[in-house]
T-cell receptor, first 114, second 109 residues
Framework: ETGVTQTPRHLVMGMTNKKSLKCEQHLGHNAMYWYKQSAKKPLELMFV???????ENNSVPSRFSPECPNSSHLFLHLHTLQPEDSALYLC?????????????FGPGTRLTVL | GQQVMQIPQYQHVQEGEDFTTYCNSS?????IQWYKQRPGGHPVFLIQ?????EVKKQKRLTFQFGEAKKNSSLHITATQTTDVGTYFCAGNGAQKLVFGQGTRLTINP
């Protein structure tokens, strides 16, 4: 159903751990996104990459560090997270054309911070 | 900044009843999109509305875009258990795509 894959699907980590989330899109899109979805704030846009350049960073704490090595891959590096960072992290991609921006979401990584 | 408000937050209906969710933007939109997220799943694109006053139908789902391009609605006729999930609107304006909070639909069979 989706041309966007995410790994791992589930992740449990301690507050001192360092981990990375991976996203890959097979749709030929040139924009990729990280969203955080939690019970309190359903869909929060975290980062936007367009043509491999970061174009948006919505006041996300520095313990989240994105990386976009090419238009098909997106990473979210995590370190010294807090329990309130537990959430579903969704990757999405789109073809950023004028008056478009339909988002194609991956299945998400369910993150639990202990 | 651009804000997109969606109501209601929750809706519980009996199977066969109709359902409507409403979306309002603080600014004029170039287009509005609707997504559905099944329980345990991820948002899936349903439709995009572009023109003022546009109405589109997908089987039992009817989508409307307001004349001023600041509001939209999704109406489901005769709900079925497969309609369960959270419905998000997303407004495309000057600040890219902004999602509403979503309306979570539950159905009593």
């Amino acid at each position: 159903e989706t041309g966007v894959t995410q790994t791992p699907r589930h992740l449990v980590m301690g507050m001192t751990n360092k981990k990375s989330l991976k996203c890959e899109q097979h749709l030929g899109h040139n924009a990729m996104y990280w969203y955080k979805q939690s019970a309190k704030k359903p869909l929060e846009l975290m980062f936007v990459y367009s043509l491999e350049e970061r174009v948006e960073n919505n006041s996300v704490p520095s313990r989240f560090s994105p990386e976009c090595p090419n238009s098909s891959h997106l990473f979210l590096h995590l370190h010294t997270l807090q329990p309130e960072d537990s959430a579903l992290y969704l990757c999405a991609s789109s073809y950023s054309g004028p008056s478009t921006d339909t988002q194609y979401f991956g299945p998400g990584t369910r993150l639990t911070v202990l | 900044g651009q804000q997109v408000m969606q109501i209601p937050q929750y809706q519980h209906v009996q199977e066969g009843e109709d359902f409507t969710t409403y979306c309002n933007s603080s600014t004029t939109l170039s287009n509005i999109q609707w997504y559905k997220q099944r329980p345990g799943g991820h948002p899936v694109f349903l439709i995009q509305l572009v023109k003022s006053g546009e109405v589109k139908k997908q089987k039992r789902l009817t989508f409307q875009f307001g004349e001023a391009k600041k509001n939209s609605s999704l109406h489901i006729t005769a709900t079925q258990t497969t309609d369960v999930g959270t419905y998000f609107c997303a407004g495309n304006g000057a600040q890219k795509l902004v999602f509403g909070q979503g309306t979570r639909l539950t159905i009593n069979p």
